[in-house]
Nanobody, 113 residues
Framework: QVQLVESGGGLVQPGGSLRLSCAAS????????MGWYRRAPGKQRELVAI?????RTDYADSVKDRFTISRDSATVSLQMDSLKPEDTAVYYC?????????WGQGTQVTVST
């Protein structure tokens, strides 16, 4: 089992920055990838960014050049810059280990004046 605890959400004005963090505990060896999804009101869940073992990272087109994912063995962070109102969503951390996906509880990010 892997437990994930997220932190760092909140309210920010357009153009501002936030940093989300997610700490994994439990059986963390052999985690294959970690990353972030988000779900905006009335929309489907969207993959935001992935950090795979070996250093590869991937981003949704909507966040490229604005968001940066970083990872060590047991934590994953998402630096979000130049935030837009359309980035408003609940952000969920995930970890994939041996074919099983584990989820954090979600953290709200609101971009608004």
């Amino acid at each position: 089992q892997v437990q994930l605890v997220e932190s760092g959400g909140g309210l920010v004005q357009p153009g501002g920055s936030l940093r989300l963090s997610c700490a994994a505990s439990g059986t963390i060896f052999s985690i294959d990838s970690m990353g972030w999804y988000r779900r905006a009101p009335g929309k489907q869940r969207e993959l935001v960014a992935i950090a795979s073992t070996g250093g590869r990272t991937d981003y949704a087109d909507s966040v490229k050049d604005r968001f940066t994912i970083s990872r060590d063995s047991a934590t994953v962070s998402l630096q979000m810059d130049s935030l837009k109102p359309e980035d408003t969503a609940v952000y969920y951390c995930y970890a994939a280990r041996r074919g099983v996906i584990y989820w954090g509880q979600g953290t709200q990010v609101t971009v608004s004046t």
